[in-house]
């Protein structure tokens, strides 16, 4: 099989849409079950790095949220991870530390020991970066002036009993690889999630300058008999 040049122009991204919330629920849909799978998964990839924005809510009492379970966890939480930033806030929401997440999750996997809610009534969110291993392991560069950032995104939401999943991958390859797509079926194995085909994006780099355009692709580009080229 042959490298990857240095320079690679095209690139390939997969991000679900806003009519879909931008991501996947879990399979399986038990999060205790899916979570290892992501662990799993990270523990697998390049750089990994914690996102800023992680964050545990409580839901407050009423009309979807039962008010004694509600009560019953904001107490929780409380002696769990300190005072709220909100604090006389009845939607309680409190900043997680580096420190903090596993406890954060496990407590957020916890909702599965309280009736079943409507909504809530503990969400954690957080996000991490990353670099894929197979292609850090092949230097490449992207050309003057193109700003299109090469790692890769996974949001995660635990909580309500669920487990939803967010992806922003970056592939720096271009579509017509083969060696792209025996890749991406590799990733997907290990995934608690599977790809939908036409969440795939073309990424065309800038011109001049700025974050280049994405292009749609063929509902069957994973699939088709085109010819590729030869990767």
């Not at 919330?21 to 079950?33: A, E, I, V």
């Not at 291993?133 to 890769?152: I, K, L």
Request: proline share 9%; net charge positive.
């Amino acid at each position: 099989m042959r490298l990857l040049p240095d320079t690679i122009e095209e690139w390939v991204v997969y991000q679900p849409p806003k009519s879909v919330s931008f991501g996947h629920t879990s399979t399986p849909r038990d999060p205790r079950k899916a979570w290892p799978i992501v662990e799993e998964f990270l523990g697998g990839l390049e750089k990994v790095e914690l996102g800023h924005n992680v964050e545990l809510a409580c839901d407050e009492g009423g009309k979807w949220t039962d008010i004694a379970v509600a009560e019953r966890r904001i107490s929780e939480a409380r002696r769990l991870l300190g005072v709220p930033v909100n604090p006389k806030d009845t939607h309680p929401r409190w900043k997680i530390s580096s420190t903090q997440v596993q406890s954060a999750i496990q407590f957020a996997l916890d909702d599965d020991k309280y009736p079943k809610q409507q909504t809530g009534p503990v969400r954690f969110h957080c996000n991490y970066h990353f670099f894929w291993p197979e292609f850090e392991q092949r230097p490449y560069w992207v050309g003057e002036g193109d700003e299109r950032r090469r790692h890769s995104m996974l949001g995660v939401t635990i909580g309500g009993r669920g487990l939803f999943l967010q992806p922003t991958f970056v592939f720096p390859a271009p579509w017509s690889s083969s060696h792209l797509r025996e890749y991406i079926m590799r990733v997907e194995q290990k995934l608690p999630f599977r790809f939908r085909d036409q969440y795939f994006k073309r990424w065309i780099p800038p011109k001049k300058s700025g974050h280049g355009r994405l292009l749609t692709l063929p509902a069957s580009w994973r699939t088709s008999t085109i010819k590729l080229d030869a990767l």
